[in-house]
């Protein structure tokens, strides 16, 4: 079973930018669809971008032309980067794997706040 690891979390302000990062344990060109969802207090889990094997790329209307996905394959990684941000955006951020079955990663908390 694949593991995931999220990093680059944390505080920024209103308007700034995070970049989101997900190393697999496996070699991601093995796993069809990977992605972010998220999860704000109160409020139910949210897909917020995917990308599959292929290279191909969605996102949630709410985070269109701010957040890019993108891969590294060499690294086994997947990446969000996260721009313009806003207070909403506020949330815990899950990496996950969809190679059959579906995995998480533990989360990372991303704080949008002056």
């Known amino acids: 079973q694949v593991q995931l690891v999220e990093s680059g979390g944390g505080l920024v302000q209103p308007g700034g930018s995070l970049r989101l990062s997900c190393a697999s344990s496996?070699?991601?060109?093995?796993?069809?669809?990977m992605g972010w969802y998220r999860q704000a207090p109160g409020k139910q889990r949210e897909l917020v971008a995917t990308?599959?094997?292929?290279?191909?790329?969605d996102y949630a209307d709410s985070v269109k032309g701010r957040f890019t996905i993108s891969r590294d394959n060499a690294k086994n990684t997947i990446d969000l980067q996260m721009n313009s941000l806003k207070p909403e955006d506020t949330a815990v951020y899950y990496c996950?794997?969809?190679?059959?079955?579906?995995?998480w990663g533990q989360g990372t908390q991303v704080t949008v706040s002056s």
């Open positions: 990308i599959t094997s292929g290279g191909k790329s």
């Open positions: 496996r070699n991601i060109l093995s796993i069809y669809r």
């Open positions: 996950f794997a969809d190679g059959g079955l579906l995995t």
